[in-house]
RNA sequence: GGAGGCGUGGCUGAGCGGUUUAAAGCAGCAUCCUGCUAAGAUGUUGAGGGAGCAAUCCUUCCGAAGGUUCGAAUCCUUCCGCCUCCGCCA
C-alpha cells in the first residue's frame, strides 16, 4: 500500500511511477477526487460525533436521538467513499525506484554482469532430462498418474542433494545474522492480500485457495514470514530482523499453459529456501544488496555460472520497488546450446508490505520524541531447489553421463558423484 | 470433534451500561538530589484520522467485524486467537 500522504503532495509523481509499472494514472486522480470527499465526511461525522457525546452527558436524548440519525446517514456515505477509496489504494503497486529501469515487459530487463566461465564440456552438454532418466533420479511419469501433470518424483541421491543445499543455503545464512526458520505453508487471506499478491483475479487464479479453511497456500515462504510480525513495533536495536525460512511452494501455473511443460523446472509444487529482513527505511538499499551478495556468494560457492538483471519498472510486480533476478546458465537446454533461465530473485519492497501489516519500528534517539515509522521488508531466493537441482546436474555432467558433485556440497552429501 | 474458560496500553492488572478524557503497579524516559552507585523526589511516556500558520482542538482505537442504546471496554451476534479437560492422532 502506498503512503497516503505521498500521493496527496506528489501526484504527478505517483502518476509517473503508476505509468511505468503498466498501471493507468486515472487511477491517482480517480483516487484524489475520492480522498477529498473521504475527508470532508470525515470531518462532518468527527463534529457529529462531538455533538453526541455532549447532548449524551446532559440527558438530552429527543436531540440525541435525531442527531443519532444524522450520523448513521453520514456514516453510510462515508463507508460506501472509503470502500471505494481503499479499493482504488490497494490496487496501487509499490513505486519503483529511479534505478529500477524503465521498461515495459521482460524485454527491458539490464544485466548487470555475467559470472564464472561457461564450461567446456568437450562433448555436446545434455539436458538434465536426459541424464536424470539415465540414471533414475525424477520420475514425472508416475506423478502425472498420481497428481497431474507439473509434478514429479524426486528420487536416490537426488534427494540428498537437495538437502545438501538446504543445508548450505542455511550455514550461509546463518553465518550472516539470518535466524532459520521454517514457516506455516497455509495463510490466511487477509495476509496474502496485505503481503500483496491477490490484488486482482488473474492473481488469485495463481495461488491455492482452500475454500473450506478461506486460506491459501503459500507460493512462496515470504507470505508466510512477511506477516509473522504484523501489528507489531520493533525496537531500532532488534533490526535488521533476518530469517531464512525453508518450505515447500505451491503455484497453480495458470497462465503458463504449454511453457516449460516437462520436467520439473516449472511444477506446482516445490521447495525453497527463502531469506526475509525487516530494516529500517534508510538501509533497506544497503540490505537489498547484502542479500543480491549472498545469492551470488551461493552461486560463486557452487561454481555455476549466472548472470545479474536488474529487472524493469515494467516487470516489477506489484510489491516491489527494485528487483534483481540471478538466471544460472544451463548448458544442456536449447538443443545443447544453453540458455540462462532465472533461478533467484530478489525484492525490496520498501514500505508497501508493511503498512498493510502495520509493522514499524520505534527509533529512540536520546533525549528526543522517540519515532515511529513503518519498516522496509525484503526478500531474497536463497536456493529454489527443483531449478538449482537441474543447475547442478546440467552444470556438473560427465562425459560417462555421471553428475560430479560441487566440491562444497561433499562434506554434506557424503558422495561425490552420482552415476 | 465434544465441554468449559479467557482476550484491556511496553508488561502486570482493575473496570462488567453514564466524572473512564481506561484506576493502580511495574518498566522506560527526562530533570532534580547525590562524591559515585543504589534509593528517593518531580514530571513524562501509545497509535490512526481530521481542522488550524501555530499554540491547540475534535474524533477513532479495550482481539476483529457487525448490532442494541441518548450513551458500550461493559449487553447481543458472528469471526479470529489463546488456555484447560476429554476424544482422535504423526
Known sequence: MLDINLIRQNPEKIKKGMVAKNVSSKLVDDFLALDEGWRKLTKEIDDLRAEQKKLSEVRKIEEAKKNKEKIKNAEIELNETEKRREEILRGLPNLPFDDAPVGKNESGNVVLREIGEKSKFGFEPKDYLEIVEKLDLIDTERAAKVSGSRFGYIKGQLVLLEFALVKLALDTAVKK???????????????????GYIDSHKDREETYFLEKDNSYLVATSEQS???????????????????IGFSTCFRREAGSYGKDTKGILRVHQFDKAEMFSFCEPEKSKEEHELLLSIEEDLMKLLKIPYRVLNICTGDLGGPAAKKYDIEAWLPGQNGGKGEYRETHSTSNCTDFQARRLNIKYRSSVRGQMSKVDFVHTLNGTAF?????????????????????MPEVLRGYLGFKEIR
Open 384 to 404: 529454489a531447489i527443483g531449478r538449482m537441482l537441474i543447475a547442478i546436474i546440467e552444470n556438473c555432467q560427465q562425459k560417462d553421463g555421471s553428475i560430479l
Open 225 to 243: 514470514i512477511g506477516p509473522m510480525h504484523s501489528g507489531e513495533i520493533f525496537n531500532e536495536n532488534e533490526l535488521p530482523k533476518r530469517y
Open 177 to 195: 545474522g539470518f535466524i532459520p526458520i521454517i514457516p506455516p505453508v497455509i495463510i490466511k487471506e487477509e495476509m496474502m492480500r496485505a503481503m
